[in-house]
């Protein structure tokens, strides 16, 4: 297997880049020249010929789709800049492994967002993937279209493709801009002696978790055990308040910290209860998480402090 990984400089891309040679498979990593980084290729979402030369020069027997504009705050304030990245990206990608000659082309896996499914009502979860889909954001919307153009091409052109939706993954090396990351950012920062001021958005809602690592361990899994055509979450199944992650890390920095709700950090969409149902993932692979999130949060405190020590 040769895999080429879309956004392999980005979080999830280096860990999945990691993940799949250890596995024994080729990896080239490919990340847009406008974000720079240690890649194998540079290649340019808006450019349909860096996308064919990417492909020419990787000859991948798969390629995971990573490379997207993930944050949703930035989805919401620049929703043309996302559609064009996410929606169009994703289609000239598309686009140009239906060039590739049809006995080569690829396996195609493409990371959406369990974002897709939106708000729903408590009777509806944990959420499966045959609930429809409901975005409530841009950056929702952008990946149910981006599902709909690599399952429909697919179906057209006669090649293997695969949907995950994620749901949220934390680790270490996570950009702060993040929950996760920037309350860790911050608790690393009181430790080394700052004050105690901790600003903080809604902590109610409850969200599902998983671990970076195994996040990646699941794509690996479906590219070779997922069935074309299909679409898997991949999730922990267990919600998780917010408020209770940030008690987990503040125990992990043993430090006192005063929490305020600042009304600038509040989403104006907010889901209250949000997780997934990971069952046709595990029955089609085998696959379970391995990284208890108490784990993961010390590792991403761990992260933090390293950072700011090395900065």
């Known amino acids: 297997m040769r895999a080429l990984v879309t956004g392999g400089n980005g979080f999830v891309g280096r860990y999945l880049g990691l993940e799949l040679r250890s596995r024994g498979i080729e990896v080239t990593s490919a990340g847009q020249t406008l974000h720079g980084g240690d890649v194998d290729l540079a290649f340019d979402l808006s450019d349909a010929a860096s996308i064919a030369t990417m492909l020419e020069r990787a000859r991948p027997t798969v390629v995971f789709h990573l490379a997207a504009q993930a944050f949703v705050p930035q989805a919401t304030s620049d929703p043309l800049g996302t559609y064009d990245i996410n929606i169009m990206g994703t289609a000239r990608v598309i686009d140009a ?53 690599v399952l429909a091409s697919a179906r057209t052109y006669g090649f293997e493709a695969i949907v995950t939706r994620a749901f949220n993954h934390i680790g270490p090396g996570q950009s702060d801009r993040f929950v996760v ?50 679409i898997y979450n991949v999730c922990s199944g267990v919600p998780t308040k917010i408020q209770d992650v940030l008690r987990q890390l503040v125990m992990a920095a043993r430090v006192g910290v005063e929490i305020r709700e600042d009304p600038a950090l509040v989403r104006a969409v907010d889901v209250p209860l949000f997780y997934g149902d990971n069952a046709k993932l595990r029955a089609a692979t085998g696959w379970e998480p391995k990284i208890a999130l108490a784990a993961s949060l010390r590792d991403v405190y761990a992260s933090a402090r390293e950072t700011l020590a090395s900065a």
């Open 181 to 230: 990351a920037s309350f860790a950012k911050r608790l690393a920062e009181i430790a080394e002696g700052d004050n105690a001021l901790f600003p903080v958005g809604n902590l109610t809602p409850l969200r599902d978790f998983l671990d970076v690592r195994d996040v990646v361990r699941a794509y690996a899994d479906i590219a070779t055990a997922g069935t074309p055509g299909e």
């Open 97 to 149: 492994v239906r060039a590739v000659a049809t006995s080569n082309r690829p396996r195609f896996v493409f990371v959406s967002s369990g974002e897709v499914y939106g708000s729903q009502a408590a009777a509806n979860l944990p959420l499966c993937e045959s609930m429809p889909t409901a975005p409530a954001t841009p950056y929702a919307a952008s990946k149910v279209a981006g599902e709909a153009i």
